[in-house]
């Protein structure tokens, strides 16, 4: 059986994906209903704990708004506090963003180590972006908070213009959170996130987390996928964490 955590009322947290930073509900209930998500990322054994800076991700959440070219996105404000949060509490050495876009999901994971959202360091950050001018705009947006507001140093950071497989499939080195939000270029849609992660299971090291955005609405694609993170043989624990209508599996290597 699939472990899965639900907010009560995620099917009536709709946001206008041009809109991205209006607000929904009360930051109380936001914040309530990320917390609720962590605890059960703990009593999972996903996450350690459930501490972070709720602060920080408010104040990475204002530079994004001020600063980002964003055309659209999906990412909720609900999904934006937690991807920080997972962040601020695992402290990934390495992360690796697929599907960037125009850099907002890149820096909803990074941000809790660069920015003004900064609460560790980290060794290095990437983003993959298959679509050269998409690659550009993230580029130029994540550069507006690096380095950090105060001056100090961060963490080796790019954004890569490239096809996450054939990335993921070259790479060496240790991955310690890897997150997906890619399309197939050939017709394969959310499909292609078995693909990605079978390329980069070699790099995933005990303890290591993934994060798949579209759990929810993409499920139907995503099935072969969720079947392999789901499967003990592969991941220790894996948990759909559904906030919003997009949802985001969360596993454990």
């Known amino acids: 059986m699939a472990r899965v955590h639900e907010a009560g009322d995620w099917r009536r947290y709709v946001m206008d994906f041009r809109k991205p930073h209006r607000e929904i509900e009360p ?3 936001e914040i309530g209903a990320v917390d609720a ?3 059960a990322l703990v009593e999972a054994a996903i996450l350690p704990h459930t501490r972070y800076d709720a602060a920080k991700a408010l104040n990475l959440r204002a530079a994004a708004r001020d600063r980002f070219d964003i055309p659209w996105t999906a990412i909720t404000p609900r999904m934006q506090r937690l991807l920080y949060a997972v962040n601020a509490i695992a402290q990934p050495r390495v992360m690796v963003a697929v599907g960037v876009f125009c850099g907002y999901t890149f820096i909803c994971n990074a941000g809790a180590a660069m920015g003004p959202g900064s609460c560790y360091r980290a060794e ?3 983003g993959l972006e298959i679509q050269p001018e998409e690659a550009d705009r993230a580029r130029r947006n994540v550069a507006t908070l690096a380095p950090g507001d105060d001056g100090e140093e961060v963490a080796e950071w790019e954004i890569v213009a490239a096809d996450g497989v054939a990335w993921l499939g070259s790479y060496r080195g240790s991955i310690d959170l890897l997150y997906l939000d890619a399309n197939g270029q050939d017709g394969t849609g959310k ?6 992660l079978q390329a980069a299971v070699p790099n995933l090291g005990p303890g290591s987390l993934v994060l798949a955005h579209n ?3 993409a499920a139907d694609d995503l099935a072969d996928y969720l079947a392999y993170v789901r499967n003990p043989a592969h ?9 919003d209508d997009q949802g985001l599996e969360v596993s454990l290597r």
């Open 27 to 29: 930051l109380e209930a």
């Open 191 to 196: 499909s292609i996130y078995l693909t990605m």
């Open 37 to 39: 998500a962590l605890a």
């Open 235 to 243: 991941f220790r624990e894996s948990v759909n964490v559904v906030l």
């Open 124 to 126: 290095r950050l990437v």
């Open 215 to 217: 759990s929810v609405n």
